[in-house]
């Protein structure tokens, strides 16, 4: 079976500060990696994915994650902080072709950035 | 591109009546679309899996005659809640795969806020 785990539920950091959520996956084989950011009351937005190559992938809005496959980590990081980043982040896996290429999400970390 | 609609936004219906939420992708062909429970502050739950003119795949300990989903066509999938309760009231999201596309790519809708009083 396939899991992710987010250990924070929240993690807090001033406007300008570097901010890191942490992604853990658990599958049987290669996986593939997404986070997906979430504002208030509304869907989901693909923030970047993780299939092959690099292990540091860049994505929207600044954001950028390393995928490591020692430590079965997918971190998402950004430099500085904005407070309109201040959302529900969600880190996602599939193992392909296996379950139906199912997104397994973990169960989110709300970050909240101060000014 | 790749915009998903979801319709209504938000819905209150009276306990024992039926609501229906649409999701269409505008500018692209889905052969699979997926249907999310969300409750608050929770993380998002798959209902069901709808592939194009077949029947949904329904994920353990949802009731298929409870939420009937319906993909008519390679752009619109419902999600009929039967005889509504207030335990049904969720956030329910959509999201859609792209015809011909790498089978994982998922794009989701912005949500229908259900409540049911």
């Known amino acids: 079976a396939q899991s992710v785990a987010q250990p924070e539920d929240q993690v807090n950091v001033a406007e300008g500060n570097p901010l890191t959520v942490k992604c853990t996956y658990s599958?049987?084989?290669?996986?593939?990696l997404f986070w997906y950011v979430q504002y208030p009351n509304r869907g989901l937005q693909f923030l970047l994915k993780?299939?092959?190559?690099?292990?540091l992938v860049k994505g929207s809005y600044g954001f950028e994650a390393e995928f490591n496959k020692s430590q079965t980590s997918f971190h998402l990081k950004k430099p500085s902080a904005l407070v309109s980043d201040s959302a529900l982040y969600f880190c996602?896996?599939?193992?392909?072709?296996?379950?139906?290429?199912?997104?397994?999400f973990g169960g989110g970390t709300r970050v909240l950035v101060k000014p | 591109g790749a915009v998903v609609s979801q319709h209504p936004s938000r819905v209150i219906c009276k306990s024992g009546t039926s609501v229906k939420i649409e999701c269409r992708s505008l500018d692209f062909q889905a052969t699979t679309m997926f249907w999310y429970r969300q409750f608050p502050k929770q993380s998002l739950m798959l209902m069901a899996t709808?592939?194009?003119?077949?029947?949904?795949?329904?994920e353990q300990g949802v009731e298929k005659d409870k939420f009937l989903i319906n993909h008519a066509s390679l752009t619109l999938s419902t999600l009929t809640v039967t005889s509504a309760h207030p335990e049904d009231s969720s956030f329910y999201i959509c999201s859609a795969r792209i015809r011909d596309r790498d089978s994982y790519e998922q794009y989701f809708g912005p949500g229908t806020r259900l409540t049911v009083t």
């Open positions: 599958v049987s084989g290669n996986p593939y």
């Open positions: 709808s592939n194009e003119g077949s029947k949904a795949t329904y």
């Open positions: 993780y299939i092959t190559g690099d292990n």
């Open positions: 996602a896996v599939i193992l392909i072709k296996a379950a139906g290429n199912k997104l397994t």
